[in-house]
C-alpha cells in the first residue's frame, strides 16, 4: 500500500525567506509524485508533479520540488516567500501501474503562514 | 476553457436523509474521481470513473455510490446520511489516454461542502 507523510503541520517563515515543506513518501513501484496547494474554501490546484528524469521539478508560482529517490522524498521549496502563498499544501502519490488509475494517496497536508 | 464544476456547493441535510452530488469534468476528460476531504481524516479517495465504469474503489461504506454519464458527468450520492458525513467533497477530472500509463494530474473542483445535522 502507498502512503505519504508530511511531517510538519504548519510552517511558518517571513515573507522572501526560502520556503520548504517537506514530503516523504512509500510506494511499492516507482512513485508519480504531486504538490497541490488549498486556498480557504477553494479545491486544490496543481503546482507541479515528479514523473521521470531530471529530481528538480519546477512548477507553477515559483515552486520547485526536488526528487531524492533515496531518502523516498519530494519536498517543495520556494527561493524567495510572498505573504499569498500562506494555504495548505498536499503532497500526493500515485503508483506507476497503470491499474492504479487516478487513485491519489494525499498526505495530511502542511499548512504554510508567511507572515509580512 | 471551463474548469470542473460542481454543484451545490453548499448544502445542508439531516442524519438519515440521502444526498446527490454533480460534477461536470473538464472538456475531453474522461477519468472524473472522488474526494472526502475532513479535518480529522484529510483527504479520502472515494471512487474513480472512466468511460462510465468505476475503475477504482476506496474504503468507504456501501453508502458511497457513483455514477459516470455518457458525457462524462458523474454525481456521488450518500445514503442514509450520518453526522461524519459532513465534509467537504471534491471531484477532480483528468485526461486519460487508453492504455498509456497514467502521467497526467487532477483538476479538482470548487467541492461541495455537505454539512449532516
Known amino acids: 500500500a502507498q502512503s505519504v507523510a508530511q511531517p510538519e503541520d504548519q510552517v511558518n517563515v517571513a515573507e522572501g525567506n526560502p520556503l520548504t515543506v517537506k514530503c516523504t513518501y512509500s510506494v511499492s513501484g516507482n512513485p508519480y509524485l504531486f504538490w497541490y496547494v488549498q486556498y480557504p474554501n477553494r479545491g486544490l490546484q496543481f503546482l507541479l508533479k515528479?514523473?521521470?528524469?531530471?529530481?528538480l521539478v519546477k512548477g507553477s508560482y515559483g515552486f520547485e520540488a526536488e526528487f531524492n529517490k533515496s531518502q523516498t522524498s519530494f519536498h517543495l521549496k520556494k527561493p524567495s516567500a510572498l505573504v499569498s502563498d500562506s494555504a495548505l499544501y498536499f503532497c500526493?502519490?500515485?503508483?506507476?501501474?497503470?491499474?492504479?488509475?487516478?487513485?491519489?494517496?494525499f498526505g495530511g497536508g502542511t499548512r504554510v503562514l508567511v507572515k509580512p | 476553457k471551463a474548469g470542473v464544476t460542481q454543484t451545490p456547493r453548499y448544502l445542508i441535510k439531516t442524519r438519515g436523509q440521502q444526498v446527490t452530488l454533480s460534477c461536470s469534468p473538464i472538456s475531453g476528460h474522461r477519468s472524473v474521481s472522488w474526494y472526502q476531504q475532513t479535518p480529522g481524516q484529510g483527504l479520502q479517495f472515494l471512487f474513480e470513473y472512466f468511460s462510465e465504469t468505476q475503475r477504482n474503489k476506496g474504503n468507504f461504506p456501501g453508502r458511497f455510490s457513483g455514477r459516470q454519464f455518457s458525457n462524462s458527468r458523474s454525481e456521488m450520492n450518500v445514503s442514509t446520511l450520518e453526522l461524519g458525513d459532513s465534509a467537504l467533497y471534491l471531484c477532480?477530472?483528468?485526461?486519460?489516454?487508453?492504455?498509456?500509463?497514467?502521467?497526467?494530474?487532477?483538476?479538482f473542483g470548487e467541492g461541495s461542502r455537505l454539512t449532516v445535522l
Open positions: 515528479y514523473i521521470t528524469g531530471d529530481n
Open positions: 477532480a477530472s483528468s485526461l486519460v489516454r487508453q492504455g498509456l500509463s497514467n502521467t497526467g494530474e487532477l483538476f
Open positions: 500526493a502519490v500515485r503508483d506507476m501501474i497503470q491499474a492504479a488509475g487516478n487513485k491519489l494517496t
